[in-house]
T-cell receptor, first 110, second 114 residues
Framework: NAGVTQTPKFQVLKTGQSMTLQCAQDMNHEYMSWYRQDPGMGLRLIHYSVGAGITDQGEVPNGYNVSRSTTEDFPLRLLSAAPSQTSVYFC?????????FGPGTRLTVT | AQSVTQPDIHITVSEGASLELRCNYSYGATPYLFWYVQSPGQGLQLLLKYFSGDTLVQGIKGFEAEFKRSQSSFNLRKPSVHWSDAAEYFCAVGPHSGNTPLVFGKGTRLSVIA
């Protein structure tokens, strides 16, 4: 049981490049979410999903796309990276009484 | 709208001293309440959670938290802090349903000095 896994751990992008942050969970949780963490801002919700085929926007969705084709996977796509997207990104999955976090992806956009 | 306030951005305590981290929430129904800890460069680990029943809950690493409905608070405590407790602590609130987002506070950074 690996829990929530994220790849890559680190990534450097140039402005305008695209990339996908991968997230997978093996706990059969319906609910998954993406957060970004910035100094002094805490965790801000980007997008979330309550099951395969269902996604919704969080607090800071602009510049990010998601899809949920399977219960296990919830990738986050940056279509055209901007320096403001430099952050640490956490994926999470949740059952009713606990939310599990992945180890994070540290993204730098130059 | 639901919200979580952690009034203290940064707290410094001496090793062996007691600790209390404050958390106030705004929520329309009976909430689930959580405390998470994040060590430097790491992900978030659940310390403890409250759903119902006894308002004093015990967690890992010797932490406890008390739910006070009248004050909309869920403060985290530890009687004697260890240097390894230096980390960032996040309070979160959510519904009993597992299909809606948790709302997190902005975090309190704890420093421990000798």
């Amino acid at each position: 049981n690996a829990g929530v896994t994220q790849t890559p751990k680190f990534q450097v992008l140039k402005t305008g490049q695209s990339m996908t942050l991968q997230c997978a969970q093996d706990m059969n949780h319906e609910y998954m979410s993406w957060y970004r963490q910035d100094p002094g801002m805490g965790l801000r919700l980007i997008h979330y999903s309550v099951g395969a085929g269902i996604t919704d926007q969080g607090e800071v969705p602009n510049g990010y796309n998601v899809s949920r084709s399977t219960t296990e996977d919830f990738p986050l796509r940056l279509l055209s990276a901007a320096p403001s997207q430099t952050s640490v990104y956490f994926c999470a999955s949740r059952e009713s009484d606990e939310q599990y976090f992945g180890p994070g992806t540290r993204l730098t956009v130059t | 709208a639901q919200s979580v306030t952690q009034p203290d951005i940064h707290i410094t305590v001496s090793e062996g001293a007691s600790l209390e981290l404050r958390c106030n929430y705004s929520y329309g129904a009976t909430p689930y309440l959580f405390w998470y800890v994040q060590s430097p460069g790491q992900g978030l680990q659940l310390l403890l959670k409250y759903f119902s029943g006894d308002t004093l809950v015990q967690g890992i690493k010797g932490f406890e938290a008390e739910f006070k409905r009248s004050q909309s608070s869920f403060n985290l405590r530890k009687p004697s802090v260890h240097w390894s407790d230096a980390a960032e602590y996040f309070c979160a609130v959510g519904p009993h349903s597992g299909n809606t987002p948790l709302v997190f506070g902005k975090g309190t950074r704890l420093s421990v000095i000798a």
